[in-house]
């Protein structure tokens, strides 16, 4: 039986969000907060926490943000449902919006729920998930673990550079999740493969297989 887009779609959604949460909750309850582990010289799971959207970046207060990634990955999905009934909508397409919802959906689920379900002890002690005393923090207040750092390269800037002579660089600095990964590879998908699938004037028969 050939599945539909639709249910390609909530797939990849399901699996992105499962994979997602597993190995957030087992490095939080097997590591302790800054706690490296180095799998190559060229990646390292390092747990950290943090309040911001992906990447650790932070913008606005934390329950604005959270309330804004519910509202915008409610758009998306009811988004997402119109177009699995729509004719000659593209199937990569709708994957690339698929990773995108289930990235953002992962984070939710960290912001609502991890300060309810985990406490938060002081390093090298692991957390625990349902702790008897409760969590560190309430509802929609919660921090986004991330764990994936990918120190590929770095080097030392030549001094006579202004401003930035002798002073170390790092690539890749951020530290990331799965569900940040997920929100990237469907974003620039999007923009290198379907761009012009964001107008709906793109949507044909003809590329409904594509």
């Not at 539909?4 to 909530?10: K, N, P, Q, T, V």
């Not at 800054?34 to 606005?60: C, D, P, Q, R």
């Not at 992962?106 to 625990?128: E, K, S």
Request: with cysteine.
């Amino acid at each position: 039986m050939k599945l539909s887009r639709g249910h390609i779609a909530l797939i990849v959604i399901l699996a992105v969000i499962i994979i997602d949460q597993a190995v957030k909750i087992w490095v939080k309850t097997h590591f302790y907060l800054g706690e490296s582990y180095e799998v190559t010289s060229w990646f390292k799971i390092h747990f950290i926490e943090n309040n911001g959207m992906a990447f650790g970046w932070e913008l606005g207060s934390k329950l604005m943000l959270t309330l804004f990634r519910v509202v915008l990955t409610a758009l998306l999905i009811v988004y997402m449902c119109k177009l699995s009934k729509r004719p000659g909508v593209k199937t990569g397409y709708m994957v690339c919006l698929a990773l995108i919802t289930a990235g953002a959906i992962g984070n939710i689920i960290d912001c609502a729920f991890y300060g309810l379900i985990f406490n938060n002890p002081a390093p090298p002690q692991v957390a625990t998930l349902l702790p008897p005393d409760g969590g560190y923090g309430t509802f929609l207040h919660g921090r986004v673990v991330d764990m994936l750092y990918f120190p590929l390269c770095r080097w030392y800037w030549p001094e006579w550079l202004p401003c930035i002579g002798g002073e170390r660089f790092e690539f890749f600095q951020p530290v990331f999740n799965i569900a940040d990964a997920a929100i990237s590879v469907g974003i620039i998908a999007l923009l290198l493969f379907y761009r012009n699938s964001l107008s709906a004037n793109d949507v044909t028969p003809e590329s409904k297989e594509n």
